[in-house]
């Protein structure tokens, strides 16, 4: 597709619910990003794939986080027993060069999860 | 700890004007800094950077400047315009402290209100 998809686009869970967020990157983009985004704040990094590799997942808050890009385009962002303060705004992003740190990285619309 | 400040929630511009955004680092290995647009209930969209070796860039109406001693940049728009109105998000990057994968460090944002 033209640009980074994710679903779902709101998802309310109970408390101690698991769920999976899905992200559909840009076609042929190398690099694929999760930001959480709480409420009044900026986005937070999360973790990062190159193609199917994890590279970096030192943003993910707990082990109840867990993320997977199996074939190296879609990506899932797994939360094990959510939390209230979990409830936040997920961000998918992907890039076509990681090296090119100057283009920035284009983002989807976000996954709202409200935790209750 | 905030590595990157953005110290006014708000700004409120008439129309025709010149919009200026700021924001401070505390983090001197940052070497690429970025702005983002975000509009509600979408993702953040790309709008300018600048790399650590320059002290401005300019695309357009918008212009960014990097003051390196003092760590601090600032986003120029004029003329501002109604369209500019949305939440603009300073973020920077330090490739040699990721080893790939450019991940992104972002304040907390500015509403930016361009007024008739």
């Known amino acids: 597709g033209a640009g980074v998809s994710q679903s779902p686009r709101y998802k309310v869970a109970k408390r101690g619910q698991d769920v999976a967020l899905r992200c559909d990157p840009i076609?042929?983009?190398?690099?694929l990003f999760w930001y959480q985004q709480a409420l009044g704040q900026g986005p937070e990094f999360l973790t990062y794939f190159q193609n199917e590799a994890q590279l970096d997942k030192s943003g993910l808050p707990s082990d109840r986080f867990f993320a997977e890009r199996p074939e190296g385009s879609v990506s899932t962002l797994k939360i094990q027993r959510t939390q209230q303060e979990d409830s936040a705004v997920y961000l998918c992003a992907s890039s076509l060069d990681w090296r090119r740190q100057g283009v920035g990285y284009t983002f989807g619309s976000g996954t709202r999860l409200t935790v209750v | 700890d905030q590595q990157v400040k953005q110290n006014s929630p708000s700004l409120s511009v008439q129309e025709g004007r010149i919009s200026i955004l700021n924001c401070d680092y505390t983090n001197s290995m940052f070497d690429y800094f970025l702005w983002y647009k975000k509009y509600p209930a979408e993702g953040p969209t790309f709008l300018i950077s600048?790399?650590?070796?320059?002290d401005k860039n300019e695309d357009g109406r918008f212009t960014v400047f990097l003051n390196k001693s003092a760590k601090h940049l600032s986003l120029h728009i004029v003329p501002s315009q109604p369209g500019d109105s949305a939440v603009y998000f300073c973020a920077a990057s330090a490739l040699r402290l990721t080893g790939g994968g450019n991940k992104l460090t972002f304040g907390t944002g500015t509403q930016l209100k361009v007024e008739l």
């Open positions: 076609s042929g983009h190398v690099s």
């Open positions: 600048i790399s650590s070796i320059k």
